[in-house]
């Protein structure tokens, strides 16, 4: 079982920066790769960024490119999202979820933490 925990949300000012952290428990042996999702107020849930975690590979949205940088910690078996140069409209729950293989989507997911940019 993985059970991600997300840490690191909160309010900032426009063009300021966060860190989101997401605690994998201690399962990483069994994950195949972490992703940030994000849903904003009436919007649908929306792809962030992803790590694979043996090799490191990176993908992201093209919203956040060049101001999000996803990355992850073996020794402490955690995975960040770190996010500069926030605008308001990055405002979103983000949620950190876990894949176990690489054929079956997200199965695991995070409860949530709120971020919020104001102007």
């Known amino acids: 079982q993985v059970q991600p925990v997300e840490s690191g949300g909160g309010l900032v000012q426009a063009g300021g920066s966060l860190r989101l952290s997401c605690d994998t428990s201690r399962r990483t042996s069994s994950i195949y790769s972490m992703g940030w999702f994000r849903q904003a107020p009436g919007q649908e849930r929306k792809f962030v960024a992803t790590?694979?975690?043996?090799?490191?590979?990176?993908t992201y949205a093209d919203s956040v490119k060049g101001r999000f940088t996803i990355s992850r910690n073996n020794a402490e078996n955690t995975v960040y999202l770190q996010m500069n140069s926030l605008k308001p409209e990055d405002t979103a729950v983000y949620y950190c979820a876990a894949a176990t293989s690489r054929d079956t989507g997200y199965p695991y997911w995070g409860q949530g933490t709120q971020v919020t940019v104001s102007s």
């Open positions: 790590i694979t975690w043996s090799s490191g590979r990176t």
